[in-house]
């Protein structure tokens, strides 16, 4: 509904659905692997990880750049809350994970600007 790659994530962190534009995108950099979005570089996962905690936890946004800096490939990542009401035990949705591709990967890729 969004029109953009996107990852629906639960209060753990765990995807709840990963639509066809985010399936689209994964490979290379980014990976779905124990329910959980997983960069394939150990340090970018470490730190994506900690993103995806912080936003949940703080509430606040983040963003994280998966891939090679010097050529602008890759693919960049932000982490929005989802404010759900308090009393609603049916509302699992916490945080949407917009996946935007950089460099060559974004040709003929429309996302969020």
């Known amino acids: 509904m969004i029109g953009a790659a996107a990852a629906l994530l639960d209060e753990q962190g765990e995807v709840l659905h990963l639509n066809a534009r985010a399936l689209s995108l994964l490979g290379d950099h980014l990976v779905l692997a124990g329910g959980r979005l997983r960069a394939r570089d150990r340090a970018l996962d470490r730190t994506l990880a900690a993103a995806i905690d912080s936003t949940l936890r703080d509430q606040i946004a983040s ?37 935007e591709p950089r460099g060559a990967a974004a040709r003929g890729f429309a996302g969020l600007n």
């Not at 890759?74 to 949705?93: H, K, Y």
């Open 63 to 99: 963003r994280v750049a998966l891939g090679d800096e010097t050529s602008a490939d890759g693919l960049g990542i932000r982490i929005m809350p989802v404010n759900a009401e308090a009393d609603d035990s049916f509302q699992l949705l916490r945080a949407v994970a917009i996946l």
